[in-house]
């Protein structure tokens, strides 16, 4: 033993699971350099026994080239002196945790070009295995237990590699080199096929036969749930008979299907394919991407809507299937309402009855995952789903005062997801469901308990919506009692604005937020919001004019009852009787945007019951074109708050439904709602200043509405924001608890 000095790298960020020790290592040997590379709480720990030229040429190479998943946040040296043997050569060793987990895993990641052309090469022994991966590319976040990111860490744990792989791992000029997921046909995990004949579970068929049975059932016109990545998919042609057979098990009759095609070029035939869209369909994520149809092509699959949702081959099994098909319809596994299927058990209980057959493996998913979908708008991706491929990932939020306690915010029910915050940190969960859902509830608090152990976070404060009846509500208050935690409630709408504040690194801003629901202050159903923010200190300016929802919450599911309300309340004659009746009983009152969306798409009969979330709204969207004109509307500025005053918009509305189209009066709506937002906005920054617009709630997730609003308020020369980090519906909501309450105590 000799005291000697080394220089100790520290790298935090992205970086394990991305085969960042392998490349180290590799670039380490070919710089002649001596030392060690092992994963640690904080990222990443790399000694050197080299001279400071030595060290900075090989940092300087190392941001340079390093692995294309791996995102360095923070990298910090120093030299030590330190007991030991000289060191010889370049190694990775064990990982250790001595301290508090600061670092993340990557998503789980497309498989990538030279993985699958070995999959497809005939005499290589992965030919035709569908669990193909490499240190670069796999299921990371969906296998992980705990870290640090280490095969016995991982599902991987119950797979043992044979003597070929294992001499891939250990071989440093192997690209499997220290793989953590590295396997084969002979060690790796296998799908077998289970079919449902008569009613009757038959199980038969393993490996490659499997695949080939799963195919021929797509072939006949069937349904089969393919388990993946994250969970499990309900796979079928995109024929009208097929469709129609699924829509009828799954009981959804009119809410659009994804699609998954062969490569690009298939994408192009059917739809208008943007750069940036072409960019998120490549990416390693893989996402969802809602483009623009060609005509009326996949009229099945996406009934009523000018958008589809595609998404290109990310697994094995997926590029195996489309071998056989160019386009085949992948919808989540699922019971509707609850979150999708991921294990095997599962996926027999409840989808044996919605297909034909199950193609299921023996690698759990220990962290299930639906896939994200996105939407282009004003030329930058919004995220709809945050999920598969972008889970987890942290967000810096940067702040003067750095000494927070751990904060866990709850979110909203709807679109349900949760946070944690730790020095400067938010780590986001993914996309959790609706928690009306027993099940859904369940898997809240399970992936709850995985995120505090995955990341090691241990929360002092919590932050919950202001709704009383909300499941998250309630969990956050027993979290907080059982732990002796500080607890806060921040309203619903608030909440969205901060969201976009966070992102944006704002302290002050005029908050627009339209959605379909939230409680208010006053206990009603807000939706259609316009804020004064200073910080801590939030000021609603203005709302939509409360209009009273017939049959409360029934409303939601059926526009026609808004559009009642609507026409009732603007002064037509409307001769009903029932619909006064509803109308006068109205148990609740509401400012939403959302409700005015229905009310006008039923209106124009374009939707009069909801069968999904957001349909009539969507299908608003739809039918409208680009058009210049708008309705009449009032500011009513007597009071504050003021009111916004659709009940012209409205009757113009019913009495132009004959005379001009449903497109050219859906545009008129959409630009009235646009002029609406520009023109309030142009009124509180003649009293306050601000030129900061932030823009959030699920109604901005309509194209139409908002490039019109982003165009009216930059020509009024205001900066305009949006999300672009979390969701702007309710999924976004715990980002923006978390910055509402910190940003009060930054100073």
Not at 266 to 283: C, I, N, Q
């Amino acid at each position: 033993m000799q005291e000697i000095e080394v220089f100790e790298i520290m790298i935090n960020g992205i970086v394990q699971g991305v085969g960042f020790r392998p490349f180290v290592a590799t670039l380490a040997e070919d710089l002649g350099l001596h030392g060690y590379v092992e994963n640690c709480e904080s990222g990443v720990r790399i000694v050197l026994d080299c001279d400071e030229t030595k060290l900075r040429e090989f940092i300087e190479i190392l941001n340079e080239r390093k692995p294309m998943p791996a995102k360095i946040r923070e990298l910090s040296f120093s030299k030590k002196a330190v007991k030991t043997n000289k060191i010889r050569g370049f190694r990775i060793i064990n990982s250790k945790k001595t301290g508090k987990i600061n670092t993340s895993i990557p998503p789980d990641i497309a498989m990538c070009d030279k993985c699958i052309g070995e999959m497809f090469s005939k005499g290589n022994r992965r030919y035709l295995y569908p669990f193909t991966n490499c240190a670069r590319c796999g299921p990371r976040f969906s296998i992980a237990y705990v870290l640090p990111y280490d095969r016995d860490k991982t599902s991987m744990d119950d797979f043992s590699m044979c003597h070929d792989c294992n001499t891939e791992y250990t071989n440093l000029r192997d690209w499997r080199y220290h793989a953590q997921t590295n396997c084969c046909e002979d060690c790796g995990p296998k799908y077998w096929i289970v079919e449902i004949i008569k009613n009757e579970i038959v199980s038969h068929f393993s490996g490659e036969e499997a695949v080939k049975q799963a195919i021929g059932i797509i072939r006949a016109g069937g349904t089969v749930a393919i388990k993946g990545i994250g969970g499990i998919h309900l796979v079928c042609k995109p024929d009208p008979d097929a469709i129609k057979k699924l829509r009828n098990l799954k009981d959804r009759p009119r809410k659009p299907f994804a699609i998954m095609a062969k490569d690009l070029e298939t994408v192009k035939k059917f739809a208008y394919v943007g750069e940036v869209e072409e960019r998120l369909l490549l990416s390693p994520a893989r996402p969802i991407v809602l483009l623009r149809k060609r005509g009326d092509i996949f009229y099945d699959v996406s009934p009523g809507f000018h958008t589809i949702g595609v998404m290109l081959p990310y697994t094995g099994i997926h590029y195996l299937l489309l071998e056989d098909f160019f386009v085949l319809v992948m919808t989540s596994g699922n019971i509707s309402g609850e979150m999708l299927c991921a294990d095997n058990f599962e996926a027999l209980t409840k989808l044996s009855k919605l297909s034909d057959g199950l193609l299921l493996h023996d690698r759990k998913i220990v962290n299930r995952c639906d896939d994200s979908v996105i939407k282009v708008l004003a030329g930058k991706p919004v995220f709809v789903r945050k999920s598969r491929g972008f889970i987890p990932e942290v967000i810096k939020i940067p702040l003067r005062n750095r000494k927070h306690p751990e904060i866990l915010a709850t979110g909203a029910d709807l679109k349900s997801s949760f946070g944690f915050f730790r020095e400067e940190s938010f780590y986001g969960s993914q996309y959790l469901g609706d928690l009306s859902y027993y099940i859904n509830q369940v898997q809240y608090q399970k992936m709850l308990k995985r995120f505090e152990k995955l990341f090691d976070l241990h929360a002092r404060v919590v932050v919950t919506d202001l709704h009383p009846d909300y499941f998250s509500k309630t969990l956050g208050e027993e979290y907080a009692e059982n732990r002796d935690c500080e607890i806060y409630s921040c309203q619903h709408h608030v909440a969205h604005i901060y969201s976009v504040m966070a992102e944006k690194a704002l302290k002050k801003c005029i908050g627009v937020a339209f959605d379909g629901t939230g409680y208010g202050f006053d206990g009603k159903i807000w939706g259609g919001e316009f804020f004064s923010i200073d910080n801590s200190k939030c000021m609603r300016f203005a709302h939509l004019r409360y209009i009273p929802m017939p049959s409360g919450e029934l409303a939601i599911e059926k526009p026609e009852l808004m559009a009642y309300a609507y026409l009732i309340d603007s002064g037509v004659d409307l001769k009903d009787e029932k619909a006064h009746l509803l109308y006068e009983n109205a148990p609740v009152k509401t400012s939403s945007a959302g409700r005015l969306f229905d009310a006008a798409a039923a209106v124009l009969d374009v939707c009069k019951e909801n069968t999904f979330e957001g349909e009539a709204p969507m299908k608003l969207e739809s039918v409208a074109k680009r058009h210049s004109e708008s309705f009449s509307w009032v500011l009513d500025k007597s009071a504050l708050p003021w009111q916004i005053d659709f009940r012209k918009m409205i009757r113009e509305l019913y009495s132009e439904k004959d005379k001009n189209s449903i497109s050219e009066l859906a545009s008129k709506f959409h630009r009235t709602l646009a002029e609406a937002i520009s023109v309030v906005c142009g009124e509180i920054k003649k009293l306050t200043g601000e030129k900061n617009v932030c823009l959030s709630g699920g109604v901005f997730q309509n194209k139409l509405l908002l490039e019109v609003a982003v165009a009216l308020l930059e020509k009024k020369g205001f900066n305009v924001w949006f999300n672009e980090k979390v969701s702007p519906n309710d999924e976004g909501i715990a980002f923006g608890q978390i910055y509402w309450h910190v940003i009060g105590s930054d100073g």
